[in-house]
């Protein structure tokens, strides 16, 4: 009885130390997973200049959700995906067709299609934000606490 008692602890003791190194070896694995269509590296930033087209408060078919500006660079047409909130509130983009703009962001691939995602959109001398650095949309509630002063600030 003794013999089989030791024999099932060892058991449970290598099967243990087996599923231990099996979750090590998965671990890299995991690591290493590809980036998503929507993941945002800032380190893959360019900047487009170019003339707007159009802005589409709501996405053609075969677009992406949210809104988008069409502008036109010197390499070609782009459309920039501008989010939900981009066109919304106080501080919204504000763009006409013919307008000179510089759009920063990084360009995806995403249902088959080219889409740039736009993170600032500068305009004159206003800077639109659009995504923050992690690529994530700003709201236009994050958007005015960005901008808001404290009091005695400026003072």
Known sequence: MK???AGLWLLVFL???SHALAVQ???PAIATKAAGPFSYDVSQEVTLSG???SVLTQPAAG???GSHLLFVTSS???DASLGKFALLGDDALAVTAGQQIEVTGVAKIIKDRQV???RKVTAGSTVYVIRNKHGFVVSPQARERATRTTPGEGQ
């Open 76 to 78: 070609g047409p782009v």
């Open 63 to 65: 677009m992406i959700m």
């Open 3 to 5: 013999r089989l008692h």
């Open 25 to 27: 070896a998965q671990s």
């Open 116 to 118: 740039f995602l736009a």
């Open 15 to 17: 099967l243990s130390i």
């Open 51 to 53: 003339t707007v087209s």
